[in-house]
């Protein structure tokens, strides 16, 4: 659509500023533009629909429909300390099958659009977080979709998402080409290299990539990033009972990464406990006791390590969990009642932190009270609306 500047302006405006997605609610532009728009768009920017939350203490996983049915997750992670994480999807599915991951049983559906992939942090900006850092650890392998790096532009575009790339992580399972891209055009984004195996004999019978991209060459490609950016490079390695745990395991990842030994100061070794799915119920992860010794092998070599502490395992919204959780058909009925709620959402005021922020319920809510989570001030509060004689403020441009 051919827009004046101008007006393009507003309407970024009206995006990422005010996180408006209805062009009905740009009350700024003109209603024939508006009413383009729509025809144009549909009735919100955001071309990906949500269709089932689950929330646990800390986690919120929204599972995403895209346009032509296939679905994704994504899963907003809110630190007790205020920081607000988004871990988001870039495939539905993914063609690496590592055996130990649930979005690996599902193969490849489709790569998402750049759009699709900015729309999920899109809809949270809208529904009111502060978004802190969001990583590539959802569903699929990042550097296997092209869009990709389409998608890394717009997010740290200081015109739309205006991310500082040090807020972004991307988790590999080790793509040398797109690593070596990462390198040159996003410097300074976060990496993390999913190593999970010491030996790449063991690696290849958990993650089949090894064959095509091995232990040694991968690394060698990190020593290269660091080498030119000077950036700390995260390695994840999810512990998985009687497979990959052992003293002698932990004695071969050191000899892996003293191979390294030059740029190893700026490696940092994450231990995962294993998150159980249900698509590969044999695996379990090992005692606290195994990994803690796991541990201090490795800090006594001098490795950077520690232990990761995950929330969200309860809802399968840990590592390795996604897994679109619901069948890949399009549910009509579900999709429309959500979309129905969506359209009656109201804004309201905390009642917690007053004017401070603005929380949303639907107005279909017909219980006396309702627990409310507030994204700004972190409380979850039991609301009873007549006690708290909330108001109801019809434009989402509410004073914050
Ligand atoms: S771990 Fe990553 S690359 Fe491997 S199957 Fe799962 S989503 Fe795909």
Not at 245 to 270: C, P, V
Request: hydrophobic share 35%; proline share 4%; with cysteine.
């Amino acid at each position: 659509m051919n827009l004046p500047d101008y007006r393009y302006k507003q309407l970024l405006d009206a995006v990422f500023r005010q996180h408006t997605i209805r062009f009905e609610d740009m009350k700024p532009l003109p209603k024939e533009l508006r009413g383009k728009l729509i025809e144009q768009f549909g009735e919100t920017v955001i071309g990906i629909k949500a269709i089932h939350h689950e929330k646990s203490t800390q986690t919120d996983k929204v599972l995403f429909e895209l346009p032509d049915g296939n679905r994704v997750e994504t899963v907003g992670l809110f630190y007790k300390e205020g920081w607000n994480s988004f871990c988001i999807s870039s495939q539905s599915g993914c063609a690496f099958g590592c055996k130990f991951c649930a979005t690996g049983t599902l193969g490849l559906h489709r790569n998402m659009t750049s759009d699709e992939i900015c729309d999920q942090v899109l809809y949270f900006m809208q529904q009111g977080f502060t978004i802190n850092s969001i990583s590539f650890m959802g569903m699929g392998e990042p550097f296997a979709n092209p869009n990709l790096f389409e998608a890394l532009r717009d997010l740290t575009d200081t015109e739309l998402f205006g991310l500082s790339q040090r807020r972004i992580t991307i988790s590999t399972i080790g793509i040398v080409p797109s690593i070596k891209r990462l390198t040159k055009e996003f410097p300074q984004i976060n990496l993390a290299y999913s190593l999970h195996a010491p030996t790449n004999q063991l690696r290849e019978t958990l993650m089949p990539i090894t064959k095509t991209y091995s232990l040694d060459l991968v690394l060698d490609t990190l020593d290269n990033h660091i080498r030119q950016t000077n950036r700390k490079v995260f390695l994840a390695y999810i512990m998985l009972k009687g497979i990959n745990d052992s003293e002698k395991h932990a004695e071969q990842l050191i000899e892996l990464l003293f191979r390294h030994k030059k740029y190893l100061a700026l490696y940092h070794l994450d231990l995962i406990p294993y998150n159980q799915t249900t698509v590969a119920q044999k695996l379990t992860p090992p005692s606290n006791k195994c990994i803690q010794a796991f541990c201090k092998v490795l800090h006594g070599a001098g490795i950077s390590v520690n232990i990761r502490t995950q929330f969200g395992s309860d809802i399968n919204a840990a590592c390795g969990q996604l897994a679109g959780t619901y069948n890949n058909k399009s549910e009509k009925g579900e999709t429309k009642m959500l979309q129905e709620q969506e359209k009656s959402l109201q804004w309201l005021l905390c009642p917690v932190c007053k004017n401070k922020t603005r929380v949303k319920i639907r107005d279909d809510t017909v219980l006396e009270k309702f627990p409310l989570f507030c994204p700004k001030c972190k409380n979850e509060t039991l609301i009873n609306v007549k006690q708290f004689n909330i108001t109801v403020i019809k434009e989402p441009n509410a004073k914050t």
